[in-house]
């Protein structure tokens, strides 16, 4: 899966990003175009302007996780799992959502699955070994859809949307006020930490002050526990298998306001790095099982999991 495609597919691929972009700013100038001319409110792209590009991007996000009306509905358990793969064009970047199913299948207890969209993942969160899941999603925009799908999953009795992001300081109190005492060991000693699965799908390129936020999310694991990580990452350009023109069309993106259009996600990140000094002050993780992939592209990927010391 990770051998470079052809010199032409790898540039094809380098086009992704900016389709995507594409689309994303198109629902930023209809926002924009609709605020103005529809509800009059003519200072609104100056003045609200984050409150407009949030909206932009929870329309496209929806746009983007519904699978498109021809596409033919999964008929088995096996095929829902690899629902995300006929997604709209861009959905499956790289092949990247062929690495989450066989991850996921192995989250299990008190799961919390950072910044949850639209739900695409749950399909692959129905174990009965998974007591409780809560999805912090700040994107309120995307909560409807995302309450229709814990439904349509028969998951939503153990399914806690929370309209927060995954910062301690907000995913704390979001955590109380569920009323489910989940934190009630935590704040006690919060060496008992909190969950026994931590999901990050796709979100820490988002997460703002992400190094901070990855220590926090350790800090809520409890011991033993693990975090399952599948997320695109900075290309190591300095490595063998790295591309020196993937790291600059990166930055080109990063320039032209990738990150504006897309929910605040950056091409840039270490996240590896960040996952892996998380630990430090316990002297590591217990088990790091993670995988590099399409070293080659726009959006290589870091997956696979990481065990808290017991
Ligand atoms: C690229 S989407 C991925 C959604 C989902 N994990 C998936 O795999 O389909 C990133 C999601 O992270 C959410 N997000 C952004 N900032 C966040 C934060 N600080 N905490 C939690 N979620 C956040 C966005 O609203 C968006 O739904």
Same mark, same amino acid.
């Given at each position: 899966?990770?051998?470079?495609?052809?010199?032409?597919?790898?540039?094809?691929?380098?086009?992704?990003?900016?389709?995507?972009?594409?689309?994303?700013?198109?629902?930023?100038?209809?926002?924009?175009?609709?605020?103005?001319?529809?509800?009059?409110?003519?200072?609104?792209?100056?003045?609200?302007?984050?409150?407009?590009?949030?909206?932009?991007?929870?329309?496209?996000?929806?746009?983007?996780?519904?699978?498109?009306?021809?596409?033919?509905?999964?008929?088995?358990?096996? &095929?829902?799992? +690899?629902?995300?793969?006929?997604?709209?064009?861009?959905?499956?970047? $790289? %092949?990247?959502? *062929?690495? !989450?199913?066989?991850?996921?299948?192995?989250?299990?207890?008190?799961?919390?699955?950072?910044?949850?969209?639209?739900?695409?993942?749950?399909?692959?969160?129905?174990?009965?070994?998974?007591?409780?899941?809560?999805?912090?999603?700040?994107?309120?925009?995307?909560?409807?859809?995302?309450?229709?799908?814990?439904?349509?999953?028969?998951?939503?009795?153990?399914?806690?949307?929370?309209?927060?992001?995954?910062?301690?300081?907000?995913?704390?109190?979001?955590?109380? &006020?569920?009323? +489910?005492?989940?934190?009630?060991?935590?704040?006690?000693?919060?060496? $008992? %930490?909190?969950? *026994?699965? !931590?999901?990050?799908?796709?979100?820490?390129?988002?997460?703002?002050?992400?190094?901070?936020?990855?220590?926090?999310?350790?800090?809520?694991?409890?011991?033993?526990?693990?975090?399952?990580?599948?997320?695109?990452?900075?290309?190591?350009?300095?490595?063998?298998?790295?591309?020196?023109?993937?790291?600059?069309?990166?930055?080109?993106?990063?320039?032209?306001?990738?990150?504006?259009?897309?929910?605040?996600?950056?091409?840039?990140?270490?996240?590896?790095?960040?996952?892996?000094?998380?630990?430090?002050?316990?002297?590591?993780?217990?088990?790091?099982?993670?995988?590099?992939?399409?070293?080659?592209?726009?959006?290589?990927?870091?997956?696979?999991?990481?065990?808290?010391?017991?």
């Amino acid at each position: 899966m990770t051998t470079p495609p052809p010199l032409g597919d790898r540039l094809k691929g380098m086009l992704e990003p900016a389709q995507l972009m594409t689309w994303a700013m198109s629902h930023y100038i209809r926002v924009c175009a609709e605020a103005v001319f529809k509800k009059g409110e003519i200072f609104a792209p100056i003045l609200q302007i984050h409150r407009l590009r949030d909206e932009a991007f929870g329309r496209f996000w929806v746009e983007f996780s519904t699978p498109a009306p021809n596409a033919a509905p999964p008929a088995t358990a096996s &095929e829902t799992e +690899t629902e995300t793969d006929t997604f709209q064009p861009g959905r499956n970047t $790289n %092949g990247s959502s *062929d690495l !989450i199913p066989p991850l996921l299948r192995t989250a299990n207890g008190i799961v919390l699955d950072i910044g949850p969209g639209t739900g695409t993942q749950m399909p692959l969160l129905r174990s009965p070994s998974i007591s409780t899941i809560y999805g912090p999603e700040p994107c309120t925009g995307l909560h409807e859809k995302l309450r229709a799908k814990a439904i349509a999953e028969g998951i939503s009795s153990k399914y806690h949307i929370l309209p927060c992001g995954a910062a301690a300081s907000q995913l704390l109190p979001g955590l109380r &006020e569920s009323g +489910t005492g989940v934190t009630e060991a935590y704040d006690s000693d919060p060496r $008992n %930490g909190i969950f *026994d699965t !931590i999901i990050c799908v796709r979100v820490l390129c988002s997460v703002p002050e992400m190094e901070r936020t990855v220590d926090e999310l350790y800090g809520m694991l409890k011991p033993g526990g693990k975090l399952l990580v599948t997320e695109h990452v900075v290309n190591p350009w300095r490595t063998a298998k790295g591309s020196v023109l993937a790291r600059v069309v990166q930055s080109f993106y990063q320039l032209f306001g990738w990150s504006f259009f897309i929910g605040d996600c950056a091409l840039d990140r270490d996240t590896e790095g960040a996952l892996l000094r998380a630990a430090r002050l316990d002297g590591g993780w217990k088990v790091v099982d993670l995988e590099k992939n399409f070293a080659w592209s726009v959006m290589p990927y870091v997956s696979g999991t990481l065990v808290k010391k017991s």
